[in-house]
């Protein structure tokens, strides 16, 4: 590592420690090196937030490259239950902060949805007209005890009810409408990855298999407590939840969903370290991911559909061409992805860069509290340091 970028972001960092967050581990890679690597703990594993929707989504083109499916086949090829009620009513969501439900706006009062459109390819793109949170964590179950108790409701159970609940929410628009980020879309997708894997309801084991085991990513874990054994203080400790589970998050995943069903979900629940998730980005931006098809990766991080900016590949977020979280200098073919207790993890192609930044922003609470300026001002540090 040079000593000019471990000054420069070193001094950069100090100032957020116990202000933005109070754990950190930031990795970045330049032409294949590791150039800069610090971290609050060595070894320190932090929650993923909606960075596991990026390997979701690869273990899904694994499978697409071994043709056991394709992006263009329907969702109910693979979860028949989705299409149960046949035409789907349409609502207003509900506000994953408030957990308020929303209005139905007048002009959907009366539009119904087919669920039997919905492809593999709407939920990667986030384009299928679900909603982007319901609160699945009530249809699971009781809040689970901390992680280092056991669950009085078995894994299996909780994901049973939870399932039974998100193949029947509404639509708020129709499939192929616009870009409309879904947590929901990519539980969903979680769920039809396991079950063409032959693994159903355990899509840890099918991401296990065909990403973290190829990969080599052995700080890479669902449920590091409950299920590995290690013990609490071994993950980044995030919220203190006030309203459901009545105590500060730690050893379990912080979104109530993930955590409502066990711990294992599409969207959220995966725990690891920077360095793991950079070897993944590496993967990615070499074209090597193991058992994904380069033209795949290709078609991935590309831009497939877009609204009001917001540019959609196959699971990855593309850089928007205002406001990105990966600031103003990466190159307009970007890619990445943030979660939302602090993390993010870009990859410009162009300047053969890779910046993963892990944090616990939420653990002063939800509230986002400058985590984007932060983010913007890292990435734009970074190129400068590095690319100008």
Same mark, same amino acid.
């Given at each position: 590592?040079?000593?000019? $970028? =471990?000054?420069?972001?070193?001094?950069?960092?100090?100032?957020? +420690?116990? #202000?933005?967050?109070?754990?950190?581990?930031?990795?970045?890679? +330049?032409?294949?090196?590791?150039?800069?690597?610090?971290?609050?703990?060595?070894?320190?594993?932090?929650?993923?937030?909606?960075?596991?929707?990026?390997?979701t989504t690869t273990a899904f083109l694994a499978l697409v490259s071994a043709g056991k499916t394709s992006l263009n086949v329907p969702l109910m090829q693979v979860i028949p239950e989705f299409e149960d009620l046949t035409l789907r009513s349409m609502d207003g969501g509900q506000d994953p +902060? /408030?957990?308020?439900?929303?209005?139905?706006?007048?002009?959907?009062? +009366? %539009?119904?949805?087919?669920?039997?459109?919905?492809?593999?390819?709407?939920?990667? #793109?986030?384009? /299928?007209?679900?909603?982007?949170?319901?609160?699945?964590?009530? !249809?699971?179950?009781? !809040?689970?005890?901390?992680?280092?108790?056991?669950?009085?409701?078995?894994?299996?159970?909780?994901?049973?009810?939870?399932?039974?609940?998100?193949?029947?929410?509404?639509f708020v628009a129709q499939p192929g409408e616009g870009v409309l980020y879904s947590d929901v879309g990519l539980m969903l997708l979680g769920e039809a990855t396991a079950r063409i894997n032959r693994t159903p309801a355990e899509l840890d084991r099918t991401i296990q298999a065909l990403v973290?085991?190829?990969?080599?990513?052995? =700080?890479?874990?669902?449920?590091?407590?409950?299920?590995?054994?290690?013990?609490?203080?071994?993950?980044?400790?995030?919220? &203190?939840?006030?309203?459901?589970?009545?105590?500060?998050? *730690?050893?379990?995943?912080?979104? %109530?969903?993930?955590?409502?069903?066990? @711990?294992?979900? @599409?969207?959220?629940?995966?725990?690891? #370290?920077?360095?793991?998730?950079?070897?993944?980005?590496?993967?990615? *931006? =070499?074209?090597?991911?193991?058992?994904?098809?380069? !033209?795949? &990766?290709? *078609?991935?991080? /590309?831009?497939?559909? %877009?609204?009001?900016? %917001?540019?959609?590949?196959?699971?990855?977020?593309?850089? /928007?061409?205002?406001?990105?979280?990966?600031?103003?200098?990466?190159?307009?073919?970007?890619?990445?992805?943030?979660?939302?207790?602090?993390?993010?993890?870009? $990859?410009?192609?162009? *300047?053969?860069?890779?910046?993963?930044?892990?944090?616990?922003?939420?653990?002063? @609470?939800?509230?986002?509290?400058?985590?984007?300026?932060?983010?913007?001002?890292?990435?734009?540090?970074?190129?400068?340091?590095?690319?100008?």
């Amino acid at each position: 590592m040079s000593a000019a $970028i =471990t000054s420069t972001l070193d001094s950069f960092l100090a100032p957020y +420690h116990d #202000t933005l967050f109070t754990a950190y581990d930031l990795a970045v890679l +330049h032409q294949g090196d590791l150039v800069y690597h610090s971290a609050t703990r060595p070894g320190l594993l932090f929650d993923f937030a909606s960075l596991t929707k990026l390997f979701t989504t690869t273990a899904f083109l694994a499978l697409v490259s071994a043709g056991k499916t394709s992006l263009n086949v329907p969702l109910m090829q693979v979860i028949p239950e989705f299409e149960d009620l046949t035409l789907r009513s349409m609502d207003g969501g509900q506000d994953p +902060h /408030s957990k308020e439900h929303l209005p139905t706006p007048p002009e959907r009062l +009366h %539009e119904t949805v087919n669920p039997i459109f919905v492809t593999f390819w709407h939920l990667l #793109t986030h384009t /299928s007209g679900l909603p982007a949170w319901r609160d699945v964590y009530n !249809a699971a179950g009781a !809040a689970p005890l901390p992680p280092d108790q056991p669950d009085p409701i078995p894994r299996l159970i909780r994901y049973g009810r939870g399932l039974n609940a998100l193949v029947r929410y509404p639509f708020v628009a129709q499939p192929g409408e616009g870009v409309l980020y879904s947590d929901v879309g990519l539980m969903l997708l979680g769920e039809a990855t396991a079950r063409i894997n032959r693994t159903p309801a355990e899509l840890d084991r099918t991401i296990q298999a065909l990403v973290l085991d190829p990969l080599k990513l052995n =700080t890479i874990m669902f449920n590091p407590v409950s299920e590995h054994g290690l013990p609490l203080d071994a993950t980044a400790p995030t919220e &203190i939840d006030s309203t459901w589970r009545k105590r500060r998050v *730690q050893g379990e995943v912080h979104d %109530e969903n993930a955590c409502g069903i066990g @711990g294992v979900a @599409g969207h959220a629940g995966l725990f690891g #370290t920077a360095l793991d998730v950079a070897a993944f980005a590496h993967a990615w *931006q =070499t074209n090597a991911v193991p058992g994904v098809d380069p !033209a795949l &990766i290709k *078609q991935a991080i /590309s831009q497939q559909a %877009e609204t009001n900016g %917001e540019r959609r590949g196959l699971g990855w977020m593309l850089r /928007s061409y205002q406001g990105s979280s990966a600031g103003d200098l990466f190159s307009r073919d970007a890619y990445g992805h943030t979660g939302f207790v602090g993390n993010s993890v870009w $990859i410009d192609p162009e *300047q053969d860069l890779i910046v993963v930044c892990l944090t616990n922003n939420v653990y002063f @609470g939800r509230e986002k509290r400058g985590i984007i300026a932060f983010r913007r001002a890292l990435h734009d540090l970074v190129w400068k340091t590095l690319c100008a």
